[in-house]
């Protein structure tokens, strides 16, 4: 029972550290990047140049930005992949954008920059895309591509129009998860100390300290418990028309992001105002300008229903997945984890694919799973190892995937990833120890 106590205690501890950490600048717009791209920037932008006639610098090129663009995920990717090649579109440009779509989705990177580090999060993207295309190139050279039927091609004739205010907020959203995210001294100096005359009463002190949390921490976990009920009141219904609890939940949001920004000193009342800060104040002022200018009541709608799916669908995974990370921690051997992936080489590599196959966990919960791996010893060429694999490599995913394209081609195409997972987290790993 004891043993039983320790872990749950481990779990909820790492759970609170992580509701008030500064992750929320972060998590909160990467959730409204990825709503945004979901519900206003047309699939046909994309899909459309991934036929089997379009030009592989074209079609290729678009399959591998495709999964930043669309927002999606590794659940997510499946029925869109088999929509396009269902229709038509080349193996190649198909595989690339299978492989890739998931690992730079937007909301897994700019997590995996802010909890992991940036090194590993542009990693993920440039090795994923360049393999992802090497991967599809490879598949299509390897394999006939079949006839296109010309009555299930029409998606590849399709166009979309992308308005320059769309453009413009999309800009600005990615200001907002930059602002809050990059380390540099303009959005870390302060510019303003404010000393509020407040003494903290004892009891309250000494529970935010066993606790391990700052009052800023306190807060920011006091507004995520609002926020919870308040968006569902708010954003359920959204698309039939807004309401006060539509609004109330967006002031909440806001004022999250903007108590998420200053820096506090633990154990006082002492407010430091960094540049982050006012860079948060002016830039969600800006998307406030240009959203209501730019778009009217039924796009604004479908733009937080996207946003509101997403976090229905993630962040609760996401809460299990610290949660379970939290305990994992204080179970795993610290000495096997080391003596199995501690090391940059290629045997400890596969090990970190494996794990990405038999441990997968949904889009983000993969993070602080990798959080854990690496406390606990693990190189960081492994771990990207493990980013890689485990959206593509899951049991299920390979399932699906062996439905729609065959025993042949799936093989083929999961000893390809797993191959290039290998060696993208080994060269990944070289460059680390050499830098």
Request: no cysteine.
């Given at each position: 029972m004891h043993f039983l106590f320790e872990l749950v205690e481990a779990g909820w501890l790492s759970l609170l550290d992580y509701l008030a950490a500064h992750v929320l600048l972060c998590l909160v717009p990467a959730f409204f990047i990825a709503g945004y791209l979901s519900g206003l920037m047309p699939q046909a932008a994309i899909t459309r140049y991934l036929g089997p006639k379009t030009p592989k610098y074209i079609s290729y090129s678009a399959a591998a930005i495709g999964g930043l663009v669309l927002a999606v995920c590794s659940c997510?990717?499946?029925?869109?992949?088999?929509?396009?090649?269902?229709?038509?579109?080349?193996?190649?440009?198909?595989?690339?954008?299978l492989f890739v779509g998931p690992a730079i989705n937007i909301l897994a990177i700019s997590y995996t920059g802010a909890t992991i580090g940036m090194d590993i999060a542009i990693a993920r993207v440039v090795l994923a895309i360049t393999f992802g295309i090497t991967i599809g190139l490879i598949m299509a050279a390897v394999f006939k591509q079949p006839a296109a039927d010309p009555a299930k091609a029409a998606m590849f004739n399709q166009t979309a129009q992308v308005r320059p205010a769309l453009w413009a907020i999309l800009g600005l959203l990615v200001a907002v998860l930059i602002a809050g995210t990059l380390q540099i001294g303009l959005f870390t100096n302060t510019l303003i100390t404010l000393n509020i005359p407040l003494d903290l009463p004892g009891g309250l002190a000494d529970g935010l300290d066993a606790l391990n949390l700052t009052l800023q921490g306190a807060a920011l976990i006091i507004l995520l418990l609002l926020i919870a009920p308040v968006a569902w009141k708010g954003m359920n219904n959204v698309l039939g028309g807004f309401n006060r609890w539509t609004w109330a939940a967006l002031g909440l949001v806001a004022i999250t992001l903007l108590l998420a920004a200053p820096v506090t000193e633990s154990g006082s009342v002492i407010v430091h105002f960094t540049g982050r800060f006012f860079a948060e104040v002016i830039l969600l002022g800006a998307i406030g300008v240009v959203a209501a200018r730019g778009l009217d009541r039924d796009e604004l709608a479908h733009w937080l229903w996207e946003t509101w799916r997403f976090v229905r669908q993630i962040f609760p995974l996401l809460i299990v997945g610290v949660f379970v990370a939290g305990m994992a921690r204080t179970i795993t051997p610290e000495d096997?984890?080391?003596?199995?992936?501690?090391?940059?080489?290629?045997?400890?590599?596969?090990?970190?694919?494996?794990?990405?196959?038999?441990?997968?966990?949904?889009?983000?919960?993969?993070?602080?799973?990798?959080?854990?791996?690496?406390?606990?010893?693990?190189?960081?060429?492994?771990?990207?190892?493990?980013?890689?694999?485990?959206?593509?490599?899951?049991?299920?995913?390979?399932?699906?995937?062996?439905?729609?394209?065959?025993?042949?081609?799936?093989?083929?195409?999961?000893?390809?990833?797993?191959?290039?997972?290998?060696l993208a987290g080994y060269l990944f790993g070289l460059a680390v120890e050499a830098f």
């Open positions: 997510t990717i499946l029925p869109l992949f088999a929509g396009i090649w269902k229709r038509g579109a080349g193996l190649g440009p198909a595989i690339t954008f096997w984890v080391r003596s199995l992936a501690g090391q940059n080489t290629l045997w400890a590599n596969a090990i970190g694919v494996i794990f990405g196959i038999f441990m997968y966990f949904p889009t983000l919960v993969e993070v602080p799973i990798a959080g854990m791996f690496l406390d606990l010893g693990m190189h960081r060429g492994p771990l990207l190892a493990y980013l890689l694999a485990d959206p593509e490599l899951s049991l299920q995913s390979i399932l699906v995937t062996g439905k729609l394209l065959g025993r042949q081609k799936t093989a083929a195409y999961v000893g390809l990833v797993a191959v290039f997972s290998t």
